[in-house]
Every structure is written in structure tokens, then in C-alpha cells.
């Protein structure tokens, strides 16, 4: 297999991981609700990424996750996963707490309180939110349970000597995220719940767990998958319309409270808006590129250090008597900037950034 080939995947975990924030700045991050955060626009906006951002981010830790078995064994990918989530997860759990509670009480100094209408939705929401858990870092969480349950599975199979079909194991993914859509607790059209308790539901796990599970098939497959890539992205932009067109019924059903047929459109979105967005990466981003892969070695910290700062900056901006749309790039632009800039100063050539991104070498691109 070359690593060429794979260099557009990379790419794809890269933008999920960036776009991240773009998604965290269209949320009303407590205390700060009013200005821009409760405009119409960034709802729709946050439905749009929410939608598909995680499955596919999912789908990606699944592929590279079985190259890493492929590669090594199972017991070393267990420890891989161990070391670089696992370790890093129990370090950063509480410094982002504690970066949460600092900023938050800095934020809140430059705050106008006085010009804030606070919705008795955002108050529900305050006094929901007001339990320890482990936040955006919850899918760090997740990828720890499903390196365990993919390794027993593995484990099992060999066990009982059953030689599974692949393909029809992964057209099964696609069905079964839709019945666990389905059964997921909240009734929201237009985006997947996400469970940030220690003990989450049974559905928003099993959701995730059919996206990584299906990216671990993938690479099952002759070549990698990368046969039937190549030969869809020849047709792909006859696939452009569907993601649009779904979510717009999405929107137009949720308005009607059309809840079953409105997550049939929802999981018809996450599923094309998945295949579109790695279409266009394979065909426009297929080969090394150095900037691309310093972003990715920087993508883990960013995206573990960055909400603390987001509700920091919407405090500090919060009176700030500019557009809102000025305010939304701005806070974007500043924290990933920052962000960034503390990566590469503080992070890169440091233990905590050997701890996140492992040794460097070009074979360990992307897992």
C-alpha cells in the first residue's frame, strides 16, 4: 500500500479537526448569550457541520486505526491508543477544566451584563449544563471505548475462526446508523446528539461506534478502498446536490416537528455529505504537502486547547459595539491563531507534543 494514496485522508482528519472551532464559535457559550450567537444564521450553520463533521471524523479514526492493527497487531494498537489518547486525555480532562473556570471568570469581567437578554432556554440550559463531565473532549472518551470493543471483536473472530464478508458487513453501517439515529434521545432534526456523561446512551455510542466501524471495514477492503474511491470520484459531482438538498428538507420538516421522516433526510445529509467531502479532498488533495502536515501535527492540541479560549474572546467581545458577523471571523481567526502559535512554541519539540503526535515519521501520517 502507498502512503500517497492515503495523504487525502489525512487531509479530511485535518479539516474535520479545524472546523471544530468554526462549529464551537457558532455555539452561545454561557455566560455570554445575545449578539451573535442567538442569530438565526449560526444555528443553521452549526446544524451544517454538526451534521456530518464527527461521523466523518469517526469513519477516518476507524480506517487508521485498522491500518495500525494491520500493521502491528492488535495488542500494539491497544497500546498505542493507550498512549496517545489515553494518556493525553487523563492530562488534559482537568487542565481544560480548570482553563474552562479561568476563563470563564476573565471573560466575565469585560461582560455588559445589563445589554444581555438571557432566554429562559439559555437558563435551562445553564443549570443542565452544570455537571462535571469531560466536554469537547468527549469523543476522546468514546475512541477509548471503541479501541477496546473493536479489539475484542477481533479477538472473538479469530477466536471462533469465522471469516466475515466485508462487503456486506460495511453496506450494514449505513442502515444501522439510521435505526440508531433513530432511537437517540433527543428529538433534533438536522444533527446527531452528542453524550458528554461518563456513562452515555446506548444509541449516541452505538451511532459513533457504526461510523469508526465502518472505517475500519473500509480499509479491509482490496486496496484500501481506494479502487471504488477512484472509480465514484469519476461521477462525483453528480453527488454535489444531495447533501444540499437533504438538509434543506431537513430544515423545512424540523420547522413541522416531522421528527421520523426528518431524521430519514438527516442520515441521507451525514451519509453524502461524508462521500462529497472525501470526493473533493481526494481529487484536489491527494499528495504531500508541508503545511498540510504541520497542521496536522498541530490539529490534536488545537482542537483539545481551543473552547476555553473561545469563551474568553466572546466575553472580551461581548460589549464590543461591532457586526456580529466581524465579531464571529474574528474569533476564529484569533483563536486559531493563538492557538497555533502556542503549539509551535510550547508544544511541538516538547514531551506533551512527542505525547500527542508520537514520534514523527511519514508512516505514522494520519493514525
Known sequence: ????????????????????????????????????????????????????????????????SEMIIHRNGVEKFIDNRLRRIGLPYLVFVPLITVLFISTFFIGNIFVDWDSINITKEAKESKTDNEVFDHGHLWFMYFLLIFTFVYSAIIYFLKKININIKINYCLISMIPMSFFLLIFQPEEIISRPATDLSF???????????????????????????????????????????IPIASFIICLVLSEYKIYLLG?????????????????????????????????SDASYFVYIIHIPFIILLQGMLSSLEINHFIKFIMIIFLVTIFCIITYHFLVRNTLIGKLLNGKKSKEQMGV
Open 1 to 64: 500500500m502507498k502512503t500517497t494514496r492515503l495523504y487525502y485522508l489525512d487531509s479530511v482528519r485535518v479539516f474535520a479537526m479545524y472546523l471544530g472551532i468554526v462549529l464551537h464559535v457558532t455555539l452561545p457559550m454561557l455566560p455570554w448569550y445575545g449578539d451573535y450567537e442567538m442569530k438565526e444564521g449560526y444555528g443553521i450553520l452549526l446544524l451544517f457541520i454538526h451534521g456530518c463533521r464527527m461521523p466523518l471524523f469517526m469513519i477516518i479514526r476507524g480506517f487508521f
Open 263 to 295: 431524521e430519514l433526510f438527516n442520515f441521507i445529509y451525514t451519509w453524502s455529505s461524508i462521500l462529497v467531502i472525501v470526493l473533493i479532498f481526494y481529487k484536489f488533495i491527494n499528495r504531500y504537502n508541508s503545511k498540510i502536515k504541520y497542521l
Open 199 to 241: 456513562f452515555p446512551h446506548w444509541s449516541i455510542l452505538g451511532y459513533y461506534f457504526t461510523f469508526f466501524l465502518f472505517g475500519a471495514l473500509f480499509f479491509r477492503l482490496k486496496n484500501n478502498g481506494q479502487n471504488f474511491i477512484k472509480k465514484i470520484s469519476k461521477i462525483q459531482k453528480v453527488f454535489y446536490w
